[in-house]
């Protein structure tokens, strides 16, 4: 019997307004062409290729041996937010307080929580265009009036400091900031980092999320500038990280955040009633990551920044294409423009009909026609021969 349509009871109103991760749609389709036969390359998902370092492996099927199978504390075992305050403390020379450290299972749900305590009816949020799709989502839901701040390709797509001060109001709540970034790879230098702080000052209305899930994936020798090491903001910040990319867990759901005092109450009870504590096993996993020996997350860097320079050569080399080199993360944002297609219809055709997965700019906000994103996660094999099936099928 075919199902009617529903008449019963449905959610509110506000879960008509959360958008998706495209990223995830397109590994669907990606899937199910492969499953029918299909030669497919994914230059879509952005995870590391790599499989977790097999030391972090052995902690978690240790702690299951040793008998971690029960809940722990909702905010994190205690050595585990000792040993990441420990390691921001010493990657930025400053303090950071155990106490204000909270594990949680996933980036996302750092991302969902400041969004979910600073979005409301009336309020403005600001965030990154492109950037990752599920702020805007997220401050949809909320019923806060999302504002772009443009993520410009002129500035090789690092935030403009002057730009983004000049879109916070009085209705401001909350600003999100990522560097390195999500899908464009740009990298905000220290002298825009110290213009916003500075910008800020003005505006103590402001609570800040700063996305850094990526700050171990720079290249060339550059150092990671870090917003937890402006202390006249730390009032007021919300750092996100975790272990997903670093380490290539992705699978494991592990993030943690540095949360102000003023928020950390709520963040506390959200967690005692939505997630209770992250498993047990992944936390110990988790304490052996940036405790244990960091040979393997060296070689992954390696790796990607010999990929990033093929993929930008490459994709340089494509008539109608041109594609500046990313300073983070593993992603490259090709911009398409000269091709004369659309970017989501581009990425739809090169994925049906040449068998390679990307993702239309489009999906990461409302300033992303013109580009794709590639990740480069993936091996030089692959990327090679993907790039020569763009190549012919825009020829």
């Known amino acids: 019997m075919t199902p009617s349509v529903a008449t019963g009871p449905r959610p509110i109103a506000a879960f008509d307004r959360i958008g998706e991760e495209n990223a995830f749609a397109v590994l669907a389709r990606a899937g199910a062409l492969a499953a029918q036969g299909k030669d497919i ?3 879509g998902i952005g995870q590391p290729d790599f499989p977790t370092p097999a030391h972090i492996v052995e902690a978690a099927v240790r702690a299951m041996r040793d008998g971690h199978h029960g809940y722990t504390p909702s905010n994190g075992i205690p050595e585990l937010r000792e040993a990441v305050a420990d390691n921001l403390a010493n990657r930025y020379n400053t303090s950071v307080d155990a106490e204000s450290v909270v594990i949680v299972p996933g980036g996302k749900v750092t991302m969902f929580a400041a969004i979910l ?3 409301e009816p009336g309020a403005e949020i600001l965030y990154p265009d492109p950037g990752f799709p599920i702020y805007r989502s997220m401050i949809e839901f909320t019923g806060a009036t999302p504002v772009p701040v443009p993520i410009r390709e002129a500035n090789d797509f690092a935030f403009s400091a002057s730009e983004t001060l000049s879109l916070i109001t009085p209705a401001t709540r909350l600003l999100i900031i990522n560097s390195p970034a999500n899908p464009c790879g740009g990298v905000t230098p220290r002298r825009e980092m110290d213009a916003l702080v500075a ?3 003005n505006h103590p209305h402001v609570a800040i999320l700063s996305d850094e899930i990526y700050d171990q994936m720079i290249y060339d020798g550059e150092q990671h500038v870090s917003l937890l090491s402006y202390p006249e903001i730390r009032d007021r910040l ?6 997903s990319k670093t380490y290539a867990m992705t699978g494991w759901r592990l993030g ?6 003023s928020f950390l109450d709520a963040i506390r009870k959200l967690g005692v009633n939505c997630w209770s504590c992250v498993n047990a096993p992944s936390q110990f996993a988790a304490l052996e990551a940036i405790t244990g020996p960091q040979d393997a997350v ?3 860097m390696a790796a990607f920044a010999e990929r990033r320079e093929v993929v930008v050569a490459r994709l340089n080399s494509i008539p109608g294409v041109s594609c500046v080199t990313p300073r983070g993360a593993f992603y490259a944002f090709p911009n398409i423009q000269g091709t004369g297609w659309q970017a989501k219809a581009l990425a739809n055709a090169l994925l049906e009909d040449a068998g390679v997965a990307t993702i239309g700019g489009p999906d990461f906000g409302i300033h992303g026609e013109g580009y794709l994103r590639i ?3 993936n091996s030089l094999e692959n990327i090679e021969r993907a790039i020569d099936r763009i190549q012919a099928f825009l020829a």
């Open 41 to 43: 390359i994914n230059l």
């Open 117 to 119: 305590m600073s979005g």
């Open 199 to 201: 910008g800020l000052a």
């Open 238 to 243: 919300i750092l996100l990280n975790g272990w």
């Open 256 to 261: 943690y955040a540095v949360w102000p005092p």
């Open 298 to 300: 060296h070689g992954m």
């Open 375 to 377: 990740s480069y996660a």
